[in-house]
């Protein structure tokens, strides 16, 4: 089937330092790319999205960048906050039927 | 009010029984989904659903069915119940495949 890779699984910074998430999706197909931030215990939520058409797109301290050819997209934080703390989520559309395909998570803690 | 609600939000029940879980949506979507997320925090597809085409990913036992009786609702019933059914069950809603997902809050199964 078709894959999303995540990493790193753990990722620790320091508060006001920046964090990366990675993804690489193997389906060249795939046009729709979201990331959700989901809090222990809560349900997924969105925070930024990129189509397939655009190489990068940021809103306030998140940013997200977008390599068709490479088939990767990161998500960027900057000034990171301790309420930054959560498992964040890749994801991407796959497949005949365009479902969203998730990374396996990437457990973010902000050291204060 | 909540854009998808599912109740219940917490099932506890034994191997083997029959249960259902409720889903519906205020957003005016015409996407439907189901999610598992096991203890690993791994959110997979089950079910994507609109009124024209049910996808079902090859993955999920036919023991998991999903009914809609209209466009707002999608129910998840789980027929013989087994231990590896454990897990946070999410449904989400979508104006399309390639739009933002909105999330319930999830149903936690645990399987005596």
């Known amino acids: 089937g078709e894959n999303v890779e995540q990493h790193p699984s753990t990722l620790s910074v320091q508060e006001g330092d920046s964090a990366v998430i990675k993804c690489t999706y193997s389906d060249s197909a795939s046009n729709y790319f979201p990331w959700y931030k989901q809090e222990l215990g809560k349900r997924p939520q969105l925070i930024i999205d990129?189509?397939?058409?655009?190489g990068e797109k940021k809103d306030q301290r998140i940013a997200v960048t977008l390599n068709k050819t490479a088939k990767h997209f990161s998500l960027h934080i900057t000034e990171t906050q301790p309420e930054d703390s959560a498992v964040y989520f890749c994801a991407a559309t796959t497949g005949s039927a365009r479902q969203l395909t998730f990374g396996s998570g990437t457990q973010l803690t902000v050291l204060p | 009010d909540t854009a998808v609600s599912q109740t219940p939000k917490y099932l506890v029940t034994q191997m083997g029984n029959d249960k259902s879980i409720k889903c519906e949506q205020n957003?005016?979507?015409?996407?439907m989904y189901w999610y598992k997320q096991d203890s690993k925090k791994f959110l997979k597809i089950m079910f994507s659903?609109?009124?024209?085409?049910?996808?079902i990913n090859e993955t999920v036992p036919n023991r998991f069915s999903p009914k809609s009786p209209d466009k707002a609702h999608l129910n998840l019933h789980i027929n013989s119940l087994e231990l590896g059914d454990s897990a946070v069950y999410f449904c989400?809603?979508?104006?399309?495949?390639?739009?933002?997902?909105?999330f319930g809050d999830g149903t936690r199964l645990s399987i005596l």
């Open positions: 659903y609109n009124n024209k085409e049910l996808i």
């Open positions: 957003l005016g979507h015409d996407t």
């Open positions: 990129i189509r397939s058409n655009v």
């Open positions: 989400a809603s979508s104006q399309a495949s390639n739009q933002p997902q909105h």
